[in-house]
């Protein structure tokens, strides 16, 4: 299985900073013939199901705000979100669909400090 | 409005077995590809398995610790689908949420508890 692995594990920003959050693959989910990276993200909020934010390591999905975006390719990924707002407090998740099983990271949870 | 609704989840002893259901409208389901995810309490996401839609092959994959014990299937006709847990664990602990396996429209029930407990 592939091993996706986030960093840090939880991060506290001021409201208008910048946030990033990183995640690695144990292989890599760039598949050459596409030159797509098979990566998403994930926001979860208390007692929500999660939200898909990002795919194709870079697309944002429908009606997701421009501050967030994602960058990388390969093993290594990058969620940015520029200017941190309180509805941003969740915790975010990297997900791999190169390969099944798809697999996640452990999660990064941000806050406000 | 589409809307995906689990059912099924329940306090179960290990080694026992459930089987979840979740119910779609709003969306053609005979075209969608479905997957479980589920979440231990206070724990990150771990994915499940999916189901492509028959004109796909209806095939299956799941993940490595359900492997075996779990199994996915579909019934068009009732809009919905189904999780078979066999051989249940302590670990299988988890909330259990049904979702359209698509990145364009990635779309999430609310999940459904389910409880390994002696």
Request: glycine fraction near 24%; aromatic fraction near 0%; hydrophobic fraction near 25%.
């Given at each position: 299985d592939i091993v996706m692995t986030q960093s840090p594990d939880s991060l506290a920003v001021s409201l208008g900073e910048r946030a990033t959050i990183n995640c690695k693959s144990s292989q890599s989910v760039l598949y050459s013939s596409s030159n797509e990276n098979y990566l998403a993200w994930y926001q979860q909020k208390p007692g929500q199901p999660p939200k898909l934010l990002i795919y194709w390591a870079s697309t944002r999905g429908p009606?997701?705000?421009?501050r967030f975006s994602g960058s990388g390719s390969g093993t290594d990924f990058t969620l940015t979100i520029s200017s941190l707002q309180a509805e941003d407090v969740a915790v975010y998740y990297c997900q791999q669909y190169y390969t099944t099983p798809f697999t996640f990271g452990q999660g990064t949870k941000l806050q406000i400090k | 409005e589409v809307q995906l609704v689990e059912s099924g989840g329940d306090l179960v002893k290990p080694g026992g077995s459930l089987r979840l259901s979740c119910e779609v409208s709003g969306l053609t389901f005979s075209n969608a590809w479905m997957s479980w995810v589920r979440q231990a309490p206070g724990k990150g996401l771990e994915w499940v398995g999916r189901i492509k839609s028959k004109t796909d092959g209806g095939t299956t994959d799941y993940g490595t610790p359900v492997k075996g014990r779990f199994t996915i299937t579909r019934d068009d006709s009732k809009s919905t689908l189904y999780l078979q847990m066999n051989s249940l664990k302590t670990e299988d602990t988890a909330v259990y949420y049904c979702n359209t396996d698509s990145l364009v429209r990635n779309l999430w029930g609310q999940g459904t508890l389910v409880t390994v407990s002696s």
């Open positions: 009606g997701v705000p421009d | -």
